[in-house]
């Protein structure tokens, strides 16, 4: 069995007194871990140990996928998008066919009708309360004053806190923001508890509100600044020079969520597009009951961290480019009001909250369906050699109702493999990429992988098992009820 670095401990950038006291700990610790680490695992692997903790330590991301892991970047063609036939309406989004609003209304699309009304005495009161405990006393803002402020601001509904954050001008917000993220003397947040009042204020405000909001912070909207690699930077079209957030036509769910409306885009998170095909494959109720939709418009997402829930709540603009998805993507289907062509959301409202719930989207590039299977089900995944998992075992686990991802070669070792040569086809592979388990024939002795690029453009490979053994290093099992 194949062990992988686990490093998945939570903290924070924060800058008070007692982080950095954590900081010290853990340079303490690594020092240690020198002496006992290198004579156990040898230099190469003990540092790249030693970053993964560095990481986790002081940012939010889970498990450190590690150099080898699949990170090979989807799309096959300019825009990377297929229409697919047409289904029967959508379902799972709040619009009921109504024309999709542009990007300059202050709602989102999806916002009910029913989010109640501003009292102004209400608003005026936690106004009072937030300003006086932004005031902070002699040793400035500390953390109790912001839990009083993030008192003053809870009870309120929708249009009370578009209200409040309208009263209050730039230089108010980004002190507030300011000291969530860097107060004084004890002061500031961790990140779990400034993510407490952002999902409080994602899932109540409006657009108007949010985008405002943004302005001064990255925890509504993940970053996508450094997604690509190195040779994103030197495409003038790559999503990091003009990608773009912005409201697409879309329903939640379009008949379901489905393996087929998953295709991966401009980023290197390969496993976790695999990874959500292979639950959507098993059990597309998980995938359903994982998305709130939110009465402003919202989509709040239930995702596992080590087994604990965590939700996560997202707008519906997603990273665009010449105004089309370019990070996860769908094909685009007929949607609720049979005439619109659009968009079915659910992949990338789920790459979008793992992206916030790691950071950034930069953060979700490399990484292993064990860990993202694990993400979306609550239960751990076990990871293999591939010859470790006989053709019997994949068949059971399917027929148990159960997922598998797999991992490919890594690019030096798939050159001497004819499986990774020649042009786009059913039976090329792509190096250090992730596909996930579609079927098995035992009788056949074959196996049947979907590349997560997606399945109307890269049709599934079906292959010997011993060819399998050769082509794939790693397999990742999940239960998944």
């Known amino acids: 069995m194949r062990r992988r670095r686990h490093c998945s401990a939570r903290g924070d950038q924060g ?22 680490g290198v004579r156990a695992a040898g230099p190469s ?24 892991a699949p990170t090979t970047y989807g799309g096959q063609d300019e825009d990377g998008l297929t229409a697919a036939a047409p289904r029967e309406g959508g379902n799972g989004s709040s619009s009921d066919g109504a024309e999709q609003e542009d990007s300059t ?25 937030l300003r006086d ?79 405002r909001l943004s302005q001064f912070t990255d925890e509504l909207q993940p970053s996508f600044d450094e997604v690509g690699g190195d040779e994103a930077r030197d495409k003038p079209d790559s999503p990091r020079n003009v990608g773009e957030y912005g409201e697409v036509p879309h329903d939640l769910f379009v008949e379901g969520p489905s393996p087929e409306d998953i295709q991966q885009g401009s980023i290197g998170d390969c496993w976790w597009m695999a990874s ?10 998980i995938i359903e009951d994982a998305i709130t939709v939110n009465a402003n418009g919202t989509y709040t997402v239930r995702l596992y961290d080590d087994g604990r829930p965590v939700d996560i709540t997202v707008t519906p603009e997603m990273v665009l480019v010449d105004g089309a998805p370019a990070l996860a ?28 719930h790691y950071g950034d989207y930069e953060k979700i590039e490399g990484g292993w369906p064990a860990d993202g299977m694990a993400a979306l089900t609550g239960r751990e995944s076990t990871s293999h050699d591939t010859d470790d ?3 019997q075992e994949l068949a059971s686990t399917l027929s148990d109702g159960g997922a598998v991802g797999v991992a490919s070669l890594t690019k030096e070792d798939a050159k001497k493999s004819a499986y990774y040569q020649g042009d786009a086809g059913a039976d090329v592979l792509y190096a250090n990429h992730a596909y996930y388990l579609q079927s098995v024939d035992v009788d056949g002795g074959t196996v049947t992988l979907v590349n997560p690029w997606g399945i109307a453009r890269n049709p599934p490979i079906t292959m010997p098992y011993a060819d399998y053994l050769e082509q794939f290093r790693q397999v990742d099992v999940n239960e998944v009820s």
Not at 108 to 115: F, G, K, L, M, T
Not at 276 to 285: E, F, K, S, V, W
Request: include cysteine.
């Open 276 to 285: 959500l095909g292979a639950i959507a494959q098993a059990d597309p109720g």
């Open 133 to 211: 405990a932004l005031e902070g006393g002699f040793f400035g803002v500390r953390t109790g004053d912001l839990e009083d402020a993030r008192e003053a601001v809870e009870g309120l509904n929708g249009p009370e806190l578009d209200a409040l954050i309208a009263s209050m001008d730039d230089e108010e917000l980004e002190h507030w923001v300011g000291q969530m993220d860097d107060g004084w003397l004890q002061g500031g947040w961790s990140r779990e508890e400034r993510r407490e009042l952002w999902e409080l204020l994602a899932t109540r405000a409006s657009k108007e509100t949010l985008d």
């Open 105 to 129: 209304s202050p709602e989102y699309a999806n916002a009910s009708d029913e989010r109640g009304e501003a009292d102004p005495e209400r608003v005026a009161g936690a106004l009072e309360d």
């Open 389 to 391: 998992v006989s053709i």
């Open 45 to 68: 692997q003990w540092v790249a140990a030693a970053v993964c903790d560095i990481r986790s330590a002081f940012s939010q991301a889970g498990d450190c996928g590690g150099d080898d």
């Open 329 to 356: 993507r769908s094909p685009q289907y007929l949607l609720a009001d049979d005439t619109t062509l659009g968009y079915e959301l659910w992949p990338m409202v789920m790459e979008k909250a793992l992206a916030l």
């Open 15 to 36: 800058a008070g007194t007692l982080e950095y006291l954590g900081i010290v700990a853990v340079a303490a610790l690594l020092v240690v871990a020198v002496v006992v």
